[in-house]
T-cell receptor
């Protein structure tokens, strides 16, 4: 399985500001995914990021709020823009596991918005 | 109705007990079923992966899938305090070869007590 790291591991931010979360993988992968995990709720897919194309967003998530970059096959960023307390959550990146269709997750970024 | 239902717990058992964790789902297109373990302040870690119906065993862990009932289970034998974590079921329907959208349950919090 791939080794995935995320930065920052946690942050406390003020309302109205933006935070960019980085995800680094130790091997080249085609698809990277960004999830949100809110207390007491399922992991919810925000978007799928393929290198060289625009990210595909799930219903309820928009590019203006969660812009994503995927400059190469080992790296992606997710920005949470114009934050409000409702954006307080854990944000996780994951990568596809190839033919088994599984996914492997990074350690997550714990975001608190005041 | 959620696509995947999972009792959030918490579930508390004595050390050495057999633990049964379950999920039900409504989408008959799901074919790939996974169980993830998530320790506090960590990302989800893939435990078991099963395709279609049947059983799969790995050490103390057994995953069962009953597609006719739309019901999946994870059994943990001889449970240990180190098994204390949140267990998430996940499933997907279409193999894309590089990863696919996973639908998660909310997770069951398990505590194994000495």
């Amino acid at each position: 399985s791939a080794v995935i790291s995320q930065k920052p591991s946690r942050d406390i931010c003020q309302r109205g500001t933006s935070l960019t979360i980085q995800c680094q993988v130790d091997s080249q992968v085609t698809m990277m995914f960004w999830y949100r995990q809110q207390p007491g709720q399922s992991l919810t897919l925000i978007a799928t990021a393929n290198q060289g194309s625009e990210a595909t967003y799930e219903s309820g998530f928009v590019i203006d709020k969660f812009p994503i970059s995927r400059p190469n096959l080992t790296f992606s960023t997710l920005t949470v823009s114009n934050m409000s307390p409702e954006d307080s959550s854990i944000y996780l990146c994951s990568v596809g596991g190839g033919a088994t269709d599984t996914q492997y997750f990074g350690p997550g970024t714990r975001l608190t918005v005041l | 109705q959620k696509e995947v239902e999972q009792d959030p717990g918490p579930l508390s058992v004595p050390e050495g007990a057999i633990v049964s964790l379950n999920c039900t789902y409504s989408n008959s297109a799901f074919q790939y079923f996974m169980w993830y373990r998530q320790y506090s302040r960590k990302g989800p870690e893939l435990l078991m992966y099963t395709y279609s119906s049947g059983n799969k065993e790995d050490g103390r862990f057994t995953a069962q899938v009953d597609k006719s009932s739309k019901y999946i289970s994870l059994f943990i034998r001889d449970s240990q305090p180190s098994d204390s974590a949140t267990y998430l079921c996940a499933m997907s329907g279409i193999l894309t070869g590089g990863g696919n959208k996973l639908t998660f349950g909310t997770g069951t919090q398990l505590k194994v007590e000495l």
